[in-house]
């Protein structure tokens, strides 16, 4: 599914990784495009007008598991997010919760939403967002979620850096 499958968590590497994202330059015009790895083919970002998306962490195939099983896995990415959270917490002061079930229904039903949230929508990236800005660097807001786009796919964090307000959409 991403770039990132097979590698081990490490939250002093994923926060590494956000800083990266942080320093890099943003794409001051065009359509989102995603980017992949050249040789598989596997999702390694999406970047836009203002903003770019990318994964840090994919949990193995949860092909086959149900149950308990599938609960400790769900439960593991949670606290795998919640170190991560917690270090940028430390860093940069409270974060703030923005819901995904909006643009979950938007995209849903078709309906448009800004290039951000639509990207988001495109890779099914529905988890609810745990972000910080405006204030983070030069007026960026950060944002890191985890997700699963269906019951068999991994588990995958992600992290937004955006020029524009990550703000919750309105019904």
Known sequence: MTGRAG?????????????????????????????????????????????RIAPLWESEALTGVYGAEWNQAEEAAEANLALVVRELDRR??????????????????????????????????????????????????VAVSVNQCDGDAPMIMTAVVSQLPIMELSD
Request: glycine share 12%.
């Open 7 to 51: 590698e081990v968590f490490d939250a002093g590497r994923t926060v590494s990784d956000i800083e990266s994202l942080l320093a890099a330059d943003l794409p001051t015009d065009g359509v989102p495009v995603d980017e992949g790895d050249p040789a598989t083919g596997e999702w390694t970002g999406t970047r836009g007008a203002g903003f």
């Open 92 to 141: 940069w002061g409270a974060h703030r919760r923005v819901c995904m079930r909006v643009p979950l229904f938007r995209h849903q039903a078709g309906a448009p939403m800004p290039a951000l949230f639509q990207s988001l929508s495109d890779r099914d990236c529905f988890g609810d967002l745990t972000v910080w800005g405006p204030t983070v660097t030069e007026g960026r807001w």
